[in-house]
C-alpha cells in the first residue's frame, strides 16, 4: 500500500461546478495534511492545510479531514478553468531515526471545461 | 523578499558527467528537501536535512549526493551513476517539522 494515494484522474469538471478530489494515507499517526496546486513547469504551490478533523473552509476551497478514515479531501466551489491543474495531496509520515518527512501523492490532473 | 532559490533553470547533462544543482534559501529554514518529479507523476523524496552538516536519504538516493555545509544552502549532485536522471528536480524548506513546505521554481534536467 503506497503511503499516500490519489486518483490520478484525469478529472473532468463543468465550468461552475465542484470539483472534489480525494487522498487516503496509511499513517495513522499523521497529524498534517496538504494540498498543493501544481500548473505545468511550474513548482507546488500551497493552497490549503489542515490538522484536524471535520472542514476548513478558505474561499473557494474547502479541505475535510477524517482521521478514522485516513482521507483527506478538497473541494473546489465555482470550479474556473484557471483552477485547471494537478493537485498534489501532501502527509507528514514518520521517516527513519524518528526524522518525519513529508510525503506526497501522484497528484489529480484536473481540468475545468468552459 | 524571503525564498528558494534554485539554479540553473535548466540543465543538460552529458554520456559519464556529475552534474550539481543549486538550492539556496533565506528564510533561516532549518530543514531543506530535495525532491524528483517525472512527467505524471508526484514528487519523490531524494536527499533531506534537517540540520547543518547533517543529512538522511530519503526513497531515491541512490545516484545522488548531497551536502549541508551552511544553514542556507543544500547542493544536489547528480552523479554519473543515475543513468535516468532526466527530470524535474525540487528544492523545499521548511520552519518546522509539521508545516508547509516552501518551493523553489525548480531545475529542469536532460540528457544531451
Known amino acids: 500500500q503506497k503511503e499516500v494515494e490519489q486518483n490520478s484522474g484525469p478529472l473532468s469538471v463543468p465550468e461552475g461546478a465542484i470539483a472534489s478530489l480525494n487522498c487516503t494515507y496509511s499513517?495513522?499517526?499523521?497529524?498534517?495534511f496538504f494540498w498543493y496546486r501544481q500548473y505545468s513547469g511550474k513548482s507546488p504551490e500551497l493552497i490549503m492545510f489542515i490538522y484536524s478533523n471535520g472542514d476548513k473552509e478558505d474561499g473557494r476551497f474547502t479541505a475535510q479531514l477524517n482521521k478514522a478514515s485516513q482521507y483527506v479531501s478538497l473541494l473546489i466551489r465555482d470550479s474556473q478553468p484557471s483552477d485547471s491543474a494537478t493537485y498534489l495531496c501532501?502527509?507528514?509520515?514518520?521517516?527513519?531515526?524518528?526524522?518525519?518527512?513529508?510525503?506526497f501523492g501522484q497528484g489529480t490532473r484536473l481540468t475545468i471545461n468552459p | 523578499d524571503g525564498g528558494i532559490t534554485q539554479s540553473p533553470k535548466y540543465l543538460f547533462r552529458k554520456e559519464g558527467q556529475n552534474v550539481t544543482l543549486s538550492c539556496e534559501q533565506n528564510l533561516n529554514h532549518d530543514a531543506m528537501y530535495w525532491y524528483r518529479q517525472d512527467p505524471g507523476q508526484g514528487l519523490r523524496l531524494i536527499y533531506y536535512s534537517q540540520i547543518v552538516n547533517d543529512f538522511q536519504k530519503g526513497d531515491i538516493a541512490e545516484g545522488y549526493s548531497v551536502s549541508r555545509e551552511k544553514k542556507e544552502s543544500f547542493p544536489l549532485t547528480v552523479t554519473s551513476a543515475q543513468k535516468n536522471p532526466t527530470a524535474f528536480y525540487l528544492c523545499a524548506s521548511i520552519s518546522q517539522v509539521g508545516q508547509p513546505q516552501h518551493f523553489g521554481d525548480g531545475t529542469r534536467l536532460s540528457i544531451l
Open positions: 501532501a502527509v507528514w509520515l514518520d521517516g527513519i531515526q524518528g526524522a518525519q518527512k513529508l510525503v
Open positions: 499513517d495513522r499517526g499523521s497529524q498534517s
